[in-house]
């Protein structure tokens, strides 16, 4: 059974960048579109963007400046890079595999979430 | 970029009542839409997508429709269980976009 378990610093400095890795275990990452969502404190969801296991990233316009995903297949790894964050970053960053191939930007597996929050 | 606008804020119902919450987009979103369920503390879950089909293992009492703009979840009768925040998501257009959610509490 896949499993996804993001990680992280849990704080980061305002104008640094936020890195955060999500290990995949239990199944490859072939063949499946793989995102990033994240949650404001008491918010809605918010996509920041998704990469197919073989890579070329899409990233939300509203990040897309600051934000780098990438994906290590040797690794099983999913990564997310955000960089000169502020405050409104601060949230719990979830990153997700694609439902299945036939259907593959519904985020059919979710990992259990990292928060990460932006003070000095 | 689309909007999805999710009615009523929140809902208030009873166990064994039927919930109905709406899902409401700016442009057409074909029946590229999906529902996902989240419970405080945990990830969201998939419930429905493109529109009306059933994720793996969600239980029958959970049922979508709509297309084009207006969209509808439906849960038939409410267990205990289902008394959470729903989110509405589209994946017709980059960048895909969610809802604000409907909480559904226990009246």
């Known amino acids: 059974q896949v499993h996804l378990q993001a990680s992280g610093p849990g704080l980061v400095k305002p104008s640094e960048t936020l890195s955060l890795t999500c290990t995949v275990s239990?199944?490859?990452?072939?063949?499946?579109?793989w995102s990033w969502i994240r949650q404001p404190p008491g918010k809605g969801l918010e996509y920041i963007g998704n990469?197919?296991?073989?890579?070329?990233?899409n990233y939300n316009p509203s990040l897309k400046s600051r934000v780098s995903i990438s994906v290590d297949t040797s690794k099983n790894q999913l990564s997310l890079n955000l960089s000169s964050v502020t405050a409104a970053d601060t949230a719990v960053y979830f990153c997700?595999?694609?439902?299945?191939?036939?259907?593959?930007?519904?985020?059919?597996?979710w990992g259990k979430g990292t928060t990460v929050t932006v003070s000095s | 970029e689309i909007v999805l606008t999710q009615s009523p804020a929140t809902l208030s119902l009873s166990p064994g009542e039927r919930a109905t919450l709406s899902c409401r987009a700016s442009?057409?979103?074909?029946?590229?839409l999906a529902w996902y369920q989240q419970k405080p503390g945990q990830a969201p879950r998939l419930l429905i997508y493109?529109?009306?089909n059933r994720a793996t293992a969600i239980p029958a009492r959970f049922s979508g429709s709509g297309s084009g703009t207006d969209f509808t979840l439906t849960i038939g009768s409410l267990e205990p269980e289902d008394f959470a925040v729903y989110y509405c998501?589209?994946?017709?257009?980059?960048?895909?976009?969610f809802g604000q959610g409907t909480k559904l509490e226990i009246k």
């Open positions: 442009q057409s979103v074909s029946s590229y």
């Open positions: 990469i197919y296991y073989s890579g070329n990233p």
């Open positions: 239990g199944a490859s990452m072939s063949l499946y579109y």
């Open positions: 997700a595999r694609g439902y299945h191939a036939g259907r593959p930007y519904y985020m059919g597996v």
């Open positions: 493109d529109s009306s």
């Open positions: 998501h589209q994946r017709s257009n980059w960048p895909f976009t």
